[in-house]
T-cell receptor, first 111, second 116 residues
């Protein structure tokens, strides 16, 4: 897997946008970027993934830089329920389904 | 749709006992994963199956751990004999891998195992 680097923790005010960065400078041209999160005492939850274009779904937006060496997950209007550990993952290329979870970023949404 | 189902949700056992964790993946998914999560080591992949066949078991800690997937709708993770250091939350996840890079995994609620 391409190595990813994330800040260990971030704070965000409720109702504001949360922008979570991730560096993946060794990513290959055909490797996707995935984001998962884990709310306390729950299993990890898939959020979004992308290759090179920006992506948006009902949960978040994913902005990938043109050189693909970094990305940002955006939660447009963070709520207290978005407090969780957020993982940026670049799976190994190939049809394996294998993901390696690092330490992630602990996002604390504050009232 | 039902998500990934794991049982039991909580298990307390004594050292030396056999422990069996169970998982029912999402119907139609063709990949199944077992993870272990501890405070010290984080979330670790133990083993994963593709179309019921074990593909990579390099994360299995030792011979005391074994996993099976007898059919597409059921998998077990067995620890025999269990030890206190096996105490952790064990997650099962499933996914559908239709193509390269499309690896969206759906996790179950986990089994919290405590070995005394």
């Amino acid at each position: 897997d391409a190595k990813t680097t994330q800040p260990p923790s971030m704070d965000c005010a409720e109702g504001r946008a949360a922008n979570l960065p991730c560096n993946h400078s060794t990513i290959s041209g055909n490797e996707y970027v995935y984001w998962y999160r884990q709310i306390h005492s729950q299993g990890p939850q898939y959020i979004i993934h992308g290759l090179k274009n920006n992506e948006t779904n009902e949960m978040a937006s994913l902005i990938i830089t043109e050189d693909r060496k970094s990305s940002t997950l955006i939660l447009p209007h963070a709520t207290l329920r978005d407090t969780a550990v957020y993982y940026c993952i670049v799976p190994a290329s190939g049809n394996t389904g294998k993901l390696i979870f690092g330490q992630g970023t602990t996002l604390q949404v504050k009232p | 749709d039902a998500g990934v189902i794991q049982s039991p949700r909580h298990e307390v056992t004594e050292m030396g006992q056999e422990v069996t964790l169970r998982c029912k993946p999402i119907s139609g998914h063709n990949s199944l994963f077992w993870y272990r999560q501890t405070m010290m080591r984080g979330l670790e992949l133990l083993i994963y199956f593709n179309n019921n066949v074990p593909i990579d078991d390099s994360g299995m800690p030792e011979d005391r751990f074994s996993a099976k997937m007898p059919n597409a709708s059921f998998s077990t993770l067995k620890i025999q004999p269990s030890e206190p250091r096996d105490s952790a939350v064990y997650f099962c996840a499933s996914s559908l891998v239709p193509g390269w890079g499309l690896e969206t995994q759906y996790f179950g609620p986990g089994t919290r195992l405590l070995v005394l």
